[in-house]
């Protein structure tokens, strides 16, 4: 199966050579409906089996020597590093500086951010749905990072876009509260746009991770413009479908040959 049928390369991400970087369509897998078909996790109650074949034909087109590091991931802000593969670590990021280790986040509409430190000396990947955006997983991913900001090459995978995340009042007040101080009011109210007639609004979680990276000090993002439920073709969105797959953001530093 050819790697360029199963996954695409985050857009418009300059890397240095020794790091390679993943998202997955739902494309070319064995899954069948309603996960149809390249679903890579155990837990949306697909077939394991299926998820496992799914996982072998990725493995295979990416590179069949990388260790898998995946996470139980649980919404919150908790970032691990790991130097081997630890099984069912529970955290929504992973920073590793040790070549061949394949960092996974899953996502069907959440935000996928993935790290790169120029140098190519350590990679990292945080998963951001609201809830961890607003307690502070990129920040802890970008503080957990033996680089300073600075030196960091960022790129945003797809996630569910303004066009279609409607949320309740409660998001943007979180937002509010917990980055007060670090970021002014306005830009973060910026961030939604009201809903006419309801106390509900439309929330970008691209613009808010752009604008905790700036804060933090990192200059160089990438990616942040494809809508998950939008692009039905592409993409897993559970908003749209509600029982769903899952894909794959990766990142890694290369083997060593
Ligand atoms: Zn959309």
Redesign the pocket.
């Known amino acids: 199966m050819p790697l360029a049928s199963l996954a695409l390369a985050p857009p418009d991400w300059d890397l240095p050579s020794n790091v390679m970087a993943w998202v997955s369509g739902r494309k070319g897998g064995v899954s069948s409906a309603p996960y149809e078909s390249l679903n890579l996790a155990l837990h949306v109650g697909d077939n394991a089996a299926s998820v496992h074949a799914n996982r072998r034909l990725v493995a295979n087109a990416l590179d069949a020597s990388l260790q898998w590091q995946w996470l139980q991931q649980v919404h919150s802000d908790k970032v691990v590093r790991v130097n081997t593969p630890v099984p069912d670590i529970v955290a929504d990021g992973v920073i590793t500086s040790a070549p061949g280790i394949a960092c996974c986040v899953l996502t069907a509409d959440c935000l996928s951010v993935f790290f790169a430190a120029k140098d190519g000396s350590e990679v990292a990947l945080a998963h951001a749905g609201w809830r961890g955006l607003a307690s502070g997983i990129i920040a802890n991913t970008v503080q957990g990072m033996s680089v300073p900001a600075e030196q960091l090459l960022v790129c945003l995978g797809p996630a ?6 409607e949320v309740g009042a409660e998001v943007p007040e979180t937002f509010l509260r917990s980055w007060a101080g670090v970021i002014p009011a306005a830009a973060i109210a910026d961030c939604f746009h009201a809903v006419a007639g309801t106390p509900k609004s439309m929330a970008d979680l691209f613009r808010l991770a752009r604008l905790q990276l700036a804060a933090l000090g990192v200059q160089s993002v990438a990616g942040g413009s494809e ?4 692009e039905q073709d592409k993409y897993y969105s559970y908003r749209r479908s509600g029982t769903t797959g899952r894909m794959l953001s990766m990142i890694c530093l290369k083997p060593a040959l």
Do not use: R
């Open positions: 569910i876009g303004p066009c279609h995340f809508c998950t439920y939008c």
